[in-house]
């Protein structure tokens, strides 16, 4: 970021005490105080939990240039303070300003299963050939948005930032922000229902995104989620790409799953086909693969190059990470979870399976509202489908779950040492287990527990 105080001013539009500021240089914005060094600006946040102007003296001695408050604090009188109505939006404009000044290329990736995903591998795929930004993982909504935004040199050649929505006025926030030149949807599905309503919604409020594309921005879909592709195409004419139409123009899908837990894949562009190995399997990688494949070779890569860069793709960490011990295969695919991501990570851990004895260890999927009930109801109809050896759950909505798993052995377990126990007592090995939960409900620690323990660690549940 190359920023004075002068124009941080103009762009706040702000009172101020801040005297002469013209060529004042601002080394980095922060929102935690712990972080801040000289030249940095400090921008007091109110949290749930916190209150940044209750450290804006502190900022002050550790060297900030200026704070940037919502409220008067006699403490602050004659200090380098910049006043404004709203700290979070202050934040968003001054980021909306370093995007427009910085002049380069943004990719806005969105969607309600897998965007930082297919975010990392696009962004590894332009490394290739080009200098890349992009949000530290899911750092994707008003405040984590515009602060990676912040962090960039202004340098490079594209940033790729994905924007995550629960709400339905998010967008309309992050949208102008990011003001993207290419906009990718690349799913939907019944995630953040709690805030969002329906599927309907969700459709709705995603594509919202392709209206703040800039002049000549290219908008690109996932043709295979009926209403997702409607609302889009009532906004513009979306690039299609598929992972289950093979006559779409860009196109990805299976062809087989490794014993190891990767898989190879055929993308297509156009009328070009190349295969490709993936560190990871299953329907979902098939539509990420295609949403990637679509937007490098839109920015001009050639498919042959798009296949090399897949083929050393590096997945982000507990997002369906395979790790295979002799004769365990234990999926950490425990980062966050809902219906769409849960079902399709399930089915691609049978697959791996296949005449191995299939663990699944998840957790609940939470923020769907009223329909969370159904929805756990549906996953013991797909537990039971599917026909795991056992299935261990943690989590208050147990009992939905256990509703429809036909006899399915379904095991209550409230942290990882019930879980190993309940390992031990069924006399598991030779498996595939899956972990898979929604963020809150840390099934990383399960993972960790199983995994120490195979490794013979004794170090006990890492967070």
């Known amino acids: 970021m190359k920023l004075t105080l002068c124009e941080l001013e103009e ?3 702000g009172s101020s005490d801040i005297p002469c500021a013209a060529d004042t240089e601002i080394t980095a914005v922060r929102i935690d105080s712990r972080l801040v060094s000289k030249g940095d600006v400090f921008f007091c946040i109110e949290g749930e939990n916190y209150d940044g102007h209750n450290f804006a003296e502190a900022a002050l001695e550790a060297g900030a240039a200026a704070v940037v408050v919502s409220q008067f604090r006699p403490e602050l009188d004659g200090k380098s303070v910049i006043m404004v109505r709203d700290t ?8 909306a300003y370093w995007r427009m000044k910085s002049n380069i290329r943004m990719i806005a990736v969105t969607g309600s299963a897998g965007k930082t995903t297919v975010k990392e591998m696009l962004a590894h795929v332009l490394e290739g050939s080009h200098s890349v930004h992009k949000n530290f993982l899911n750092m994707n909504n008003q405040l984590g948005l515009p602060l990676s935004m912040l962090e960039a040199t202004g340098e490079e050649a594209y940033w790729v930032m994905e924007l995550g929505i629960s709400l339905p006025g998010d967008m309309a926030e992050l949208g102008p922000i990011a003001m993207p030149d290419m906009a990718i949807v690349h799913n939907i599905g019944p995630a953040h229902l709690e805030g969002l309503g329906s599927l309907e919604n969700v459709a709705r409020y995603k594509a919202s995104l392709f209206k703040y594309l800039r002049p000549q921005g290219l908008g690109l879909c996932c043709k295979d989620h009926d209403l ?6 009532e906004i513009i004419n979306p690039v299609a790409f598929s992972s289950q139409d093979e006559n779409a123009p860009y196109y990805s899908t299976l062809l087989e799953t490794l ?4 898989g190879k894949f055929i993308i297509k562009a156009e009328a070009e086909t190349a295969e490709v190995i993936l560190p990871t399997c299953g329907s979902h990688f098939a539509e990420n693969t295609a949403a990637v494949t679509c937007a490098a070779h839109m ?4 498919l042959t190059d798009i296949a090399d860069r897949l083929a050393t793709v590096e997945l982000p960490r507990q997002r369906f990470h395979c790790h295979t011990y002799g004769e365990w295969t234990l999926i950490d695919d425990s980062y966050n979870a809902n219906p769409l991501s849960m079902s399709k990570a399930i089915d691609t851990a049978k697959n791996i399976a296949s005449e191995r004895q299939l663990i699944l260890v998840l957790g609940d999927m939470l923020e769907l509202g009223e329909k969370a009930g159904s929805a756990h109801c549906e996953l013991g109809t797909k537990i039971a489908s599917i026909k795991p050896d056992a299935t261990f759950y943690c989590g208050k909505h147990y009992a939905e ?23 031990h007592e ?7 287990v899956l972990f898979k939960g929604s963020r809150s409900c840390r099934m990383e620690n399960f993972f960790h527990a199983l995994n120490n323990q195979i490794n013979g660690e004794t170090g006990g549940n890492k967070a």
């Not at 014993?259 to 990767?262: A, E, L, M, V, Y």
């Not at 409230?414 to 190993?420: C, K, Q, R």
């Not at 069924?426 to 595939?432: C, D, Q, R």
């Open 11 to 13: 762009q706040l539009k």
């Open 299 to 302: 920015l001009g890569m050639k």
């Open 88 to 95: 979070v939006q202050a934040l968003g404009r001054l980021a």
């Open 228 to 233: 997702l592709w409607n609302a889009a195409s």
């Open 401 to 423: 779950v256990a509703l429809n798993t036909n006899g399915s052995t379904l095991v209550p377990v409230n942290n990882p040492t019930e879980f190993l126990n309940g390992i």
């Open 259 to 262: 014993p190891d837990g990767r």
């Open 426 to 432: 069924l006399g598991i090995s030779n498996a595939v």
